[in-house]
């Protein structure tokens, strides 16, 4: 029933920027925590950066201080504000987010990924 939409992803050059959208859509219910991964070829899925309702946000030491995540809670959508984009950055980037439900107990929904491409 829920589902992720990313919007944002595309091609640029070393050193721009780009800003990545999730919207989640099918449950008025705001989320426990949102957040974005990424996977580049040849290398493990990571963590890039995580917003809790409540909480802190938590960052890959390879995008602090570049990146930058956000959460609209009245409309359930995550951004992920991407500044200095390096090469190494390149990757397919997913978005998730976490629901703690009173039957159903903690489920953890996914986009279907967005390229992000930057290149040198």
């Known amino acids: 029933q829920v589902q992720l939409e990313e919007s944002g992803g595309g091609l640029v050059q070393a050193g721009g920027s780009l800003r990545l959208s999730c919207a989640a859509s099918?449950?008025?219910?705001?989320?426990?925590?949102m957040g974005w991964y990424r996977q580049a070829p040849g290398k493990r899925r990571e963590l890039v950066a995580r917003i809790p309702g409540g909480g802190t946000t938590n960052y890959a030491d390879s995008v602090k201080g570049r990146f930058t995540i956000s959460r609209d809670n009245a409309q359930n959508t995550v951004y992920l504000q991407m500044n200095s984009l390096k090469p190494e950055d390149t990757a397919v980037y997913y978005c998730?987010?976490?629901?703690?439900?009173?039957?159903?107990?903690?489920?953890?929904?996914w986009g279907q990924g967005t390229q992000v491409t930057v290149s040198s």
């Open positions: 099918g449950s008025s219910f705001s989320f426990n925590a």
């Open positions: 998730y987010a976490e629901k703690l439900g009173k039957l159903t107990g903690l489920s953890t929904y």
